[in-house]
C-alpha cells in the first residue's frame, strides 16, 4: 500500500508538470529509489501501472535507478559503500555512521510527446 | 520528443507540510511527539499510562491515525483525553498532510503537548515526517531481538525507544542484551527506557522525559 500512494504522488507531480508543457503523453520516466527508503522498485513498478491508465502517462516506460547505501563512519570518518543494511562501517566496523546516500527517493526527468 | 528535467523528491510535498505543521504547532508552543512501533506494541496503552500518570497536570490531546476504525480513540475518551481520528483508508502511515486536517480540529492554544498515534507498522511511518518534535518508537518485549536489524529506519529515525511490555521480561526467552547491542548497532544515538504500562515500572522515567521535552 506504501508504494500505491508514492506512485499517486509521483503520478500527481509528473502529470502537473507534463500539462505545463503541453505534453499529450509522458513516455518515460526516470526515478531514483535509495536502498533504505523503504520503497521497493519492483513494488513500484507496479503501483505506477496501477494508478497510470486514463492519464497522459498511462503506458509510460519506468526507468528506476537504485541508489545504493553510502555510509560516512563518525571513527574512522572513511565513506564507503556497504553491502549490506546493518550500519557498519565496512572499513573499520565502528558503529556510529551516518547515511550519506541511500535514502533518495527523487524524480529525476521525464520524456514528453507534444 | 522532449525531456524534461524534474530533479525533485518523491516527498518534498510531504515535507513542505510537514515544515508548515512544525511552525504551527511550535508558534503555539504544543510539543508534538509522534509514536510509532507495531500493531499491538502498546502505543495506546503507553497513552492510558501516560493519562493516568499524568493526570491533569499538563494539558494535552491526541491525534490518533488508524486504518479503520476508532477503537483506540474511544479508549482514551473515556480517560478525557481531547482525541482526533485519522483514518487513513487503507494507507499505512499518517502523512503532513492528514496531520495537517488533523490539527484543524483541534484547539492548539488550550494544548500544550500533542501525541500522534500513528498507524501500527515498523515500515512506513519512519519515512514521513509529519511536522514534530520528537520521534519515539514502541518496541514490545514479546517482538524479539532481531527487529533493529530487519527494520532498521525506525530505529535510526526515532529520539526515543520505548521497550515495552518490561514485565513480561521474566517469562519470556528474549535476550535483552542481544536486542540492546542490536539497537546501538543500527542506531548508537537511541536512548532505551523499559517501561510496562500495565504494572508501571518505567513510568517515572517515562514522564520524567516527557516533562523535559516540555522544557
Not at chain 2, 85 to 103: F, K, P, W, Y
Not at chain 2, 171 to 198: E, F, G, I
Amino acid at each position: 500500500m506504501h508504494e500505491l500512494s508514492i506512485a499517486s504522488r509521483i503520478l500527481d507531480a509528473i502529470v502537473t508538470g507534463a500539462e505545463a508543457e503541453g505534453a499529450l503523453r509522458i513516455t518515460r520516466l526516470r526515478v531514483q529509489v535509495g536502498r533504505v527508503s523503504g520503497v521497493s522498485p519492483e513494488a513500484l513498478a507496479f503501483a505506477m501501472q496501477v494508478v497510470s491508465p486514463g492519464t497522459r502517462a498511462e503506458g509510460l516506460e519506468l526507468d528506476i535507478e537504485t541508489v545504493e547505501l553510502v555510509l560516512r563512519c563518525r571513527g574512522c570518518s572513511e565513506q564507503s559503500p556497504a553491502e549490506s543494511l546493518l550500519f557498519t562501517c565496512p572499513a573499520c566496523g565502528g558503529q556510529a555512521v551516518d547515511i550519506v546516500r541511500g535514502r533518495e527517493l527523487r524524480l529525476v526527468d521525464m520524456d514528453i510527446d507534444t | 520528443m522532449k525531456t524534461i528535467r524534474l530533479e525533485s523528491g518523491i516527498l518534498d510535498e510531504n515535507d513542505r507540510i510537514a515544515d508548515e505543521n512544525e511552525r504551527t504547532l511550535r508558534s503555539r508552543g504544543v510539543v508534538t511527539v509522534n509514536l510509532m512501533g507495531s500493531p499491538g506494541a502498546g502505543k495506546t496503552s503507553l497513552l492510558e499510562m501516560t493519562a493516568v500518570k499524568l493526570g491533569g497536570s499538563v494539558r494535552w490531546a491526541v491525534i490518533e491515525g488508524d486504518i479503520e476504525g476508532s477503537l483506540d480513540a474511544r479508549r482514551l475518551e473515556r480517560l478525557g483525553v481531547p482525541v482526533v481520528q485519522i483514518n487513513t483508508s487503507g494507507a499505512c502511515h499518517l502523512d503532513a498532510h492528514m496531520v495537517r486536517e488533523g490539527l484543524r480540529c483541534l484547539d492548539l492554544d488550550s494544548i500544550e503537548l500533542l501525541f500522534v498515534e500513528n498507524v501500527g507498522n515498523l515500515v512506513c511511518p519512519a519515512e514521513f515526517r509529519i511536522g514534530e518534535s520528537r520521534k519515539v518508537m514502541v518496541l514490545s518485549t514479546t517482538e524479539g531481538e532481531d527487529k533493529p536489524r530487519k527494520y532498521p529506519l525506525m530505529f535510526r529515525e526515532s529520539d526515543l525507544m520505548v521497550l515495552s511490555k518490561a514485565d513480561l521480561l521474566p517469562h519470556l526467552d528474549l535476550d535483552l542484551d542481544a536486542l540492546l547491542s542490536a539497537v546501538s548497532a543500527v542506531s548508537p544515538d537511541l536512548s532505551v527506557m523499559q517501561v510496562s504500562s500495565r504494572s508501571g515500572e518505567g513510568a517515572g522515567q517515562w514522564i520524567g522525559w516527557l516533562r523535559e521535552c516540555l522544557g
